[in-house]
């Protein structure tokens, strides 16, 4: 099953984030593939955010160091962008924290036992983005978004 959601402003965005953050245990998987400027690292912002608001500060691109990680109230968050790597060795991590994951594939979706979010981000207009969302291993977590 795929969620359908029409973004037509950075606060529609933050919302969606903090909705998503309210439902998270800390042990998800939450893939994000998109352009270039399609919202993937505010939407990690967002989300880390609304986890701790004390957080938000730290939050950015990780595209030189590969991996951010953000020690919150809840739960670690550890923020990956595969971007210039063609590898990485996620099994440390897995479990263990949130894990985010910028330029994900939807392959990636085929790690068991763990609860996996799947979210592409197409650019519509300006400030309009449309997320298309599947969910694996985590159906509070659908029932959470719907």
């Given at each position: 099953?795929?969620?359908?959601?029409?973004?037509?402003?950075?606060?529609?965005?933050?919302?969606?984030?903090?909705?998503?953050s309210?439902?998270?245990?800390?042990?998800?998987?939450?893939?994000?593939?998109?352009?270039l400027?399609?919202?993937?690292?505010?939407?990690?912002?967002?989300?880390?955010?609304?986890?701790?608001?004390?957080?938000?500060?730290?939050?950015?691109?990780?595209?030189?160091?590969?991996?951010?990680?953000?020690?919150?109230?809840?739960?670690?968050?550890?923020?990956?962008?595969?971007?210039?790597?063609?590898?990485?060795?996620?099994?440390?991590?897995?479990?263990?924290?949130?894990?985010?994951?910028?330029w994900?594939?939807?392959?990636?979706?085929?790690?068991?036992?763990?609860?996996?979010?799947?979210?592409?981000?197409?650019?519509?207009?300006?400030?309009?983005?449309?997320?298309?969302?599947?969910?694996?291993n985590?159906?509070?977590?659908?029932?959470?978004?719907?």
């Amino acid at each position: 099953m795929e969620i359908v959601k029409k973004i037509s402003s950075l606060s529609q965005l933050q919302e969606f984030a903090k909705r998503l953050s309210d439902c998270l245990k800390g042990n998800e998987l939450i893939l994000l593939k998109g352009n270039l400027a399609s919202g993937k690292t505010t939407f990690t912002r967002f989300l880390v955010s609304s986890i701790d608001p004390e957080a938000e500060d730290q939050v950015n691109s990780p595209t030189f160091s590969v991996m951010n990680e953000y020690e919150t109230s809840r739960f670690p968050v550890y923020h990956i962008d595969l971007y210039r790597i063609k590898d990485f060795d996620f099994s440390d991590i897995l479990g263990h924290g949130v894990v985010v994951v910028e330029w994900a594939e939807k392959s990636m979706m085929d790690i068991e036992d763990l609860p996996v979010v799947f979210i592409e981000f197409d650019v519509t207009g300006e400030n309009e983005r449309v997320l298309r969302i599947s969910i694996k291993n985590g159906n509070y977590l659908k029932d959470c978004l719907k």
